[in-house]
């Protein structure tokens, strides 16, 4: 029950059964008026509740659409990539992302055509003001959940500064500190950056041997290693 009407003091005669039709009538659109208030009222409410989640969020989100419109992006994504743009939601990406659109751009795009997740770790981004970052990256399609069309994407970004990358690093016996220190610099799609990628996704115990090996039944790779 959302609440009462009343019919009172008639001014010719009593109330017939057309009244009562017509009161009916009135009150069910009454209630389904206080209904949809309450509906965009819990909208709002959520709204709100989930960009206060975002907001305090260490990691960067952002989303797209399938034109690579942003269709969000937490205060979090605003200051890793060193966003600069006051209001970039619904902006293109290249107009807000400038320098760094090109490769998040390369990549959203790569989620959205073939429907599958992207998981990259410290790899090499350029951020809106063209400052190099290193970043932890997972995109994710956004897909109907009826029709299963993709219409979008989102990526979660993870800063990776220089002191936890030595860190990283330092907690590494000297052998396998040595090969992932070099591989931070070899090219995105080379061999040892791709070692990289596999090695921080094995085991920390696992030696250099033990992830070459790994990488042999996963990837492939040049007869070197």
């Known amino acids: 029950v959302l609440g009462v009407t009343q019919l009172i003091n008639k001014k010719r005669g009593v109330f017939t059964p057309d009244d009562e039709q017509l009161m009916k009538a009135f009150s069910a659109q009454a209630a389904i008026a206080l209904q949809n208030a309450q509906l965009f009222d819990n909208v709002l409410h959520l709204k709100d509740y989930l960009e206060s989640v975002l907001d305090n969020l260490s990691n960067g989100v952002m989303s797209v659409d399938t034109k690579q419109r942003l269709t969000l992006a937490n205060q979090a994504a605003a200051r890793i990539l060193e966003v600069t743009e006051p209001d970039f ?11 760094g659109a090109a490769l998040f751009g390369e990549k959203f795009q790569r989620v959205m055509d073939s429907g599958e997740p992207l998981a990259e770790y410290d790899r090499d981004y350029l951020s809106a003001t063209g400052v190099g970052l290193s970043l932890n990256v997972s995109i994710q399609p956004l897909k109907d959940q009826r029709s299963g069309t993709t219409f979008g994407s989102v990526a979660i970004l993870e800063d990776m500064p220089t002191e936890d990358r030595t860190e990283i690093l330092d907690q ?9 220190a070099r591989s931070f610099d070899y090219p995105e799609e080379s061999a040892g950056r791709r070692m990289q990628t596999e090695f921080i996704a094995v085991p920390p115990h696992w030696n250099v041997g033990q992830a070459i090996d790994y990488m042999r039944e996963t990837v492939e790779l040049p007869e070197r290693f």
């Open 89 to 99: 939601v619904s902006k293109k990406l290249s107009d807000v992302l400038g320098a």
């Open 172 to 180: 590494l016996p000297p052998t396998e500190r040595v090969a992932l």
